[in-house]
């Protein structure tokens, strides 16, 4: 009876149970109560559902899901058509698409050609952050069909593709040209990072600059980006979100900090809520994040042009946060000033670009930069400030 509506054609039945067999009230009565609040609950519901519908609270919660569905399909569609390439750091067929952007928001790009990239060649140069008044950029190689998310260290995220950045002519890129990414009042620029092959990964990682590091899961990540939001990543007043890496739970993570350590954990071990993970020194901070997948090679740059080289197995994957990490060189060259620029996992196909403090942007093979030590030819760029790596298109 529980599960029927209460008619008169059944109350009557009831009435007619009670007088044969009075017995039966107790039990009869218990059902009735229990049906009567079973619907009284339901009423609730819907009383509820009308008020969030009414005051367009449900309306929001609807747009919402449909906000970050239609954000799901855009990212898969470009993935099935071939938007994107099927390797991490490889690149679409047509130009590369390098940026330099600074934590102010702006943002260069400019397009390169891959069959006219030759090793030790300057593609590229724009006015050194002493003259522009710019803070040091950073780089980042990607295709053309890529979208991007922006994210500030407030934790807010914008996204936009690739080509709503206008592209520079190489030989003259100049910051008063460069496209603006607007922070709001007291953000800065964290970082910009790739999101097409988002749907294919398990976790995101994000980590700040003093060591705290937390992974979430990319079903729950897609909904925080659909509200334009992933949170700050931070613990500390004086820390700053530094980075992000997408990864599955057999992935290695690896943070690398300006002093030489360097972290490294299994994906599926690192901790789901902000936690310190690598111990740094009071002037020390993290460089560099980055999954080591299936590349060799670790290629470590000092701000001097030096690399180090570490082979993958060298590392010693972490069972607990808060470590003081791996020292990549020794204390003394530690206490001569030796600083790291970045790092990343990298194999014998990968390019590297590597931006100097005179402006001048240059591309060598990952593979003799690892062989040779340091960057090689007779015109190097000056003091290092930051690299990216790529792979060219097969």
């Known amino acids: ?50 008020i969030e519908l009414a005051t367009g609270k449900k309306v929001d919660e609807y747009e919402s899901r449909i906000n970050k ?15 994107m390439p099927l390797a991490p ?21 400019f397009e390169l050609a891959p069959a006219a990239l030759l090793p030790g060649q300057e593609i590229a140069r724009f006015a050194p952050q002493s003259a522009s008044g710019e803070p040091a950029p950073t780089l980042l190689m990607t295709g053309a069909q890529e979208e991007l998310l922006c994210v500030f260290d407030s ?15 190489a030989g003259g890129l100049d ?15 964290a970082l910009i990072h790739p999101i097409s092959r988002l749907p294919l990964f398990e976790f995101c990682m994000q980590a700040s600059r003093r ?15 659909a509200n334009s939001y992933i949170g700050t990543g931070v613990k500390l007043p004086a820390d700053k979100m530094c980075s992000l890496a997408f990864g599955d739970k057999n992935d290695h993570y690896v943070m690398v900090s300006r ?8 994906v599926e071990r690192l901790p789901a809520a902000i936690e310190e993970a ?46 003081r990490g791996q020292p990549a060189f020794s204390k003394e060259r530690r206490e001569s000033g030796v600083r790291v620029v970045g790092a990343a996992a990298v194999d014998a196909q990968d390019w590297v670009v590597v931006a100097g403090d005179d402006g001048r942007l240059v591309v060598y093979r990952a593979a003799s930069l690892l062989d040779a030590g340091s960057l090689p030819g007779d015109n190097p760029p000056g003091q290092v400030t930051g690299f990216a790596t790529f792979r060219l298109p097969a």
């Open 278 to 323: 690598l111990r740094l020194g009071a002037a020390d901070h993290v460089v560099a994040t980055f999954i080591i997948g299936q590349n060799p090679s670790i290629l470590i740059m000092t701000q001097a042009g030096k690399v180090i080289h570490r082979e993958a197995g060298w590392l010693e994957p972490s069972t607990a946060t808060r470590t």
């Open 175 to 189: 910051w008063q040209q460069a496209f603006l990414q607007q922070p709001h009042a007291g953000e800065e620029l």
């Open 89 to 109: 750091d490889a690149a679409p067929v047509e130009n590369l698409n390098l940026l330099v952007y600074t934590s102010r928001g702006r943002v260069l790009r």
């Open 1 to 50: 009876m529980e599960g029927h509506v209460i008619t008169q054609e059944k109350i009557e039945q009831w009435m007619r149970e009670v007088e044969e067999r009075p017995s039966s009230a107790p039990l009869i009565i218990q059902v009735i109560s229990s049906r009567l609040a079973e619907l009284t609950r339901r009423n609730e519901d819907l009383l509820a559902e009308n």
């Open 69 to 83: 569905l239609e954000y799901q399909v855009r990212l898969l569609k470009s993935q099935v058509r071939g938007e």
């Open 155 to 169: 934790g807010r995220t914008a996204t936009l593709a690739v080509t709503e950045i206008p592209a520079l002519h």
């Open 211 to 225: 060591g705290f590091v937390k992974k979430t899961r990319v079903a729950a990540l897609e909904s925080f980006l």
């Open 259 to 266: 002093e030489g350590f360097l972290f490294c954990m299994d």
